[in-house]
């Protein structure tokens, strides 16, 4: 089969396998990303996530043999539940919408699965054919490839954005020694707009569609350790993720799809009950968040930022628990953490929680200093606090 006629074919079976967008580019090196990686790096914006060999990110004929071309795919996520979460008696904490539904990298695993399957079954297939499927796991740079192929362009605030879909779109990609004719790559329309800039509560990105991932606060949520605490009321009651940028994109604006059962939200695991997170066995947390991407880092993560959400919106209810967590909990992150917490959610001076802290950070010795320090500004602070107007 003449590979424009296979191209072709290829789009129509994309088509049917539930493929939202497709496009081809070739498997030429994206060289010229090199300065602004390499810049990125030496001013410390990197997150450590990103694939660490950079030759890699950049040449698929390193990490395939004599690559031809390069077929990325784009699938379409919801951005509005069907339905919510009851209201219960506990405050409820928030996933980002790319963490909605089952674990995109599986999804889009399977789709180009099935892609692979059918280009081979579509003609008589070369036994020289090969693929080599990837998301934003592997090693190369998926909005960079997806911009290559056509599917959209790169916003400022470096998400690709597609006119269907907006930037609410899951990107792979698959390598393969098939030469097709590559589809035109799309130009910037962010025009003057600054508002994902402007938006971004920490200020994270650069202007250029390049960030500082370490401001990122979908970095943020994801580290394991304390949380430095000027992000902390960034995050608002949103325990993995960040949307900011997207919400107030106006390419964004109206974009809701709901292609993909696999795709829909349970509303208990993307808006859970912060509280009962905060003692949630492994065996629970594997059960109910384990399906989707944002249990990837573990429940260490989102239980912390289970605590910090609590205090974003002031549930005083949570302290009783918040101080088992300190007496009980084995994880130093999660204990200085609960004693942060506990002195915001206190209006005034207590001594009995100061002596109770007190002992808390005591235990803790021989203490990281990082752990150490938390409990001293707490303490600090809640000595500071005024007395109760009924104390004499």
Avoid at 66 to 73: G, L, T, V
Avoid at 126 to 147: C, N, R, S, Y
Wanted: aromatic fraction near 8%; include cysteine.
């Amino acid at each position: 089969m003449e590979t424009n006629t296979l191209k072709q074919a290829i789009i129509t079976a994309s088509k049917a396998i539930g493929i939202d967008k497709i496009g081809f580019t070739t498997a030429a090196d994206f060289e010229h990303l090199r300065p602004s990686l390499l810049a990125q790096k030496a001013a410390g914006h990197t997150t450590g996530f990103e694939h660490q060999n950079l030759d890699e990110r950049l040449d698929p004929a390193l990490i395939f043999d004599q690559p031809r071309s390069i077929i990325a795919i784009a699938l379409a996520y919801p951005t509005k539940m069907a339905t919510r979460p009851p209201r219960t008696t506990y405050k409820r904490g928030q996933f980002a919408r790319a963490s909605w539904g089952n674990d995109y990298h599986e999804i889009l695993r399977d789709k180009m699965n099935q892609l692979i399957t059918a280009i081979k079954t579509l003609a008589v297939a070369d036994p020289d054919w090969h693929f080599k499927p990837m998301v934003d796991t592997g090693e190369l740079i998926d909005v960079a490839v997806a911009q290559r192929a056509g599917l959209g362009f790169i916003g400022r605030n470096g998400l690709l954005i597609t006119e269907e879909f907006g930037s609410y779109v899951y990107l792979g990609e698959i390598i393969t020694n098939i030469p097709f004719t590559p589809d035109q790559p799309q130009a910037s329309q962010c025009g003057t707009c600054q508002r994902c800039i402007a938006a971004c509560p920490p200020q994270a990105l650069l202007g250029d569609g390049r960030l500082n991932g370490q401001r990122c606060l979908s970095y943020q949520t994801q580290t394991k350790g304390l949380m430095p605490t000027e992000f902390r009321p960034m995050i608002r009651n949103v325990i993995y993720g960040c949307d900011i940028c997207q919400i107030v994109c106006p390419f964004n604006q109206g974009k809701n799809f709901h292609f993909h059962p696999e795709m829909e939200p349970d509303p208990e695991a993307t808006m859970p009950e912060l509280v009962p997170l905060l003692t949630m066995t492994n065996k629970t947390f594997k059960t109910k968040f384990g399906p989707l991407a944002g249990s990837w880092r573990g429940k260490k993560p989102l239980q912390r930022n289970a605590v910090i959400a609590l205090v974003n919106l002031r549930d005083r209810s949570a302290i009783p628990h918040l101080l088992a967590v300190i007496e009980h909990d084995v994880r130093p992150v999660m204990r200085a953490t609960a004693a942060w917490a506990v002195v915001e959610l206190t209006e005034y001076r207590n001594p009995e929680l100061v002596a109770f802290l007190t002992a808390a950070r005591q235990r803790e010795a021989p203490a990281d200093v990082e752990i150490d320090q938390e409990y001293q500004k707490a303490i600090t602070k809640l000595k500071d606090r005024p007395k109760h107007p009924s104390a004499s």
